[in-house]
C-alpha cells in the first residue's frame, strides 16, 4: 500500500522559506515521476515542480527560480524548498506519485497515481 506523507508547511511571513517534506512508504522516490502539486482556496489545483526517475527537475513559471525539488533516496523522501515566498503561494501542498515510468513527467500533466493528504503553506504580509 502506498503512502506518502507530507510535512513541514506552516505560517510564515512574506519573503519567508519553507522545507516541505513528503515521506513515502510502499513507493520508491527514485523509481517514476514524483512531484509538488498546490491548491489554494477557490482556485483549481495546480502543479508546482516534479523530478523524474533519472533526476530531471520542471517547475511552474510561477515558482521558478524560488522552489526547488528533490529527493533523499536513501530516506525514501520528496523534499520541496521554497523561498523568497509570496502572498500568492498560500495554499494547500501535496505530494504526487506516478505509478508508470514513459510519461510527461512536468508539473502541467496529469500524471498522478498517488496522493499525500497534503499540508498547509500559508504566506502573510
Known amino acids: 500500500q502506498v503512502q506518502l506523507v507530507e510535512s513541514g508547511g506552516g505560517s510564515v511571513q512574506a519573503g519567508g522559506s519553507l522545507r516541505l517534506s513528503c515521506a513515502a512508504s510502499?513507493?520508491?522516490?527514485?523509481?517514476?515521476?514524483m512531484g509538488w502539486f498546490r491548491q489554494a482556496p477557490g482556485k483549481e489545483r495546480e502543479g508546482v515542480a516534479t523530478?523524474?526517475?533519472?533526476?530531471?527537475?520542471r517547475y511552474a513559471d510561477p515558482v521558478k527560480g524560488r522552489f526547488t525539488i528533490s529527493r533523499d533516496n536513501a530516506e525514501n523522501t520528496l523534499y520541496l524548498q521554497m523561498n523568497s515566498l509570496k502572498l500568492e503561494d498560500t495554499a494547500m501542498y501535496y505530494c504526487?506519485?506516478?505509478?508508470?515510468?514513459?510519461?510527461?513527467?512536468?508539473?502541467?500533466?496529469?500524471?498522478?497515481?498517488?496522493w499525500g493528504q497534503g499540508t498547509q503553506v500559508t504566506v502573510s504580509s
Open positions: 510502499g513507493y520508491t522516490v527514485s523509481r517514476y515521476c
Open positions: 523530478i523524474y526517475a533519472g533526476g530531471s527537475t
Open positions: 504526487a506519485a506516478a505509478s508508470l515510468a514513459g510519461i510527461t513527467c512536468s508539473p502541467g500533466s496529469s500524471w498522478p497515481r498517488y
